[in-house]
């Protein structure tokens, strides 16, 4: 198990779901930080962050979450943590789950990804766009990728601190798993439940899927 972890959760206008998330991880393990990036929200997301006791990084507009994440990341490698555990801000990854991460931990040179099932609770567009990009990944990365659009994840910060990543959002969450996999690292699943009935997702699956695939073709030349 890893020693010291930092929940981090990249957050735009969640201001309405931020206050029971981070009240229910702090819960949950009282011994974690917990870290919103708040990305250029207009609403008082940094505010309610703060309120309910996580610590607030603050973009001045909003970035995307991919520079969220590498704010996060960043934050976590400046301050020693051993690893980030990844949540998206708008419910739909159910933190009693970050136990089975914790469980399946077993290094730091793997990733953990959570994979949800692609059931009738999953929109149609989104089975879509997570097949494809899940398919691809896995040729691209020389292993099986099974959710490569989860953000609910599980990250040794030795791997982020030899890995340069360049997207700005959605297509960082791929991106990361291509370069760790062709760094040499592990990259394993782990079952989560598959919300979608809680808050909106600002993905976008057209342009996203279309980012994606620009990704993939820079990924070429690395």
Same mark, same amino acid.
């Given at each position: 198990m890893m020693r010291k972890c930092l929940v981090t959760i990249p957050a735009f206008n969640a201001a309405k779901s931020l206050s029971a998330l981070i009240s229910q991880v702090k819960q949950l393990f009282s011994d974690f930080d917990v870290l919103i990036v708040d990305d250029g929200s207009?609403?008082?997301s940094g505010k309610v962050a703060g309120s309910a006791g996580a610590i607030v990084l603050t973009h001045d507009c909003n970035r995307g979450k991919g520079e969220a994440l590498?704010?996060?990341f960043a934050y976590a490698v400046a301050h020693d943590y051993d690893a #980030?555990?990844? *949540? %998206?801000?708008?419910?739909?990854?159910?933190?009693t789950e970050i136990q089975n991460f914790l469980n399946a931990c077993s290094d730091d040179r793997t990733i953990l990804v959570g994979i949800r099932r692609r059931d009738k609770a999953m929109p149609f567009a989104r089975k879509v766009s997570n097949s494809l990009t899940s398919f691809v990944s896995s040729i691209f990365c020389? #292993?099986?990728? *099974? %959710?490569?659009?989860s953000g609910y994840r599980l990250i040794p910060t030795a791997i982020l601190k030899n890995i340069t990543?360049?997207?700005?959002r959605f297509d960082l969450e791929p991106?990361?798993?291509i370069k760790a996999?062709?760094?040499?690292?592990d990259v394993k699943s782990v079952e989560i439940s598959t919300i979608y009935n809680a808050g909106r997702s600002w993905i976008n699956p057209p342009i996203d899927t279309i980012r994606f695939l620009i990704m993939l073709a820079k990924s070429l030349f690395w």
């Open positions: 207009v609403d008082e590498k704010s996060g #980030v555990i990844t *949540l %998206d801000a708008d419910l739909q990854h159910d933190p020389g #292993v099986r990728i *099974l %959710d490569s659009q990543l360049s997207s700005s991106e990361l798993l996999a062709r760094a040499g690292y």
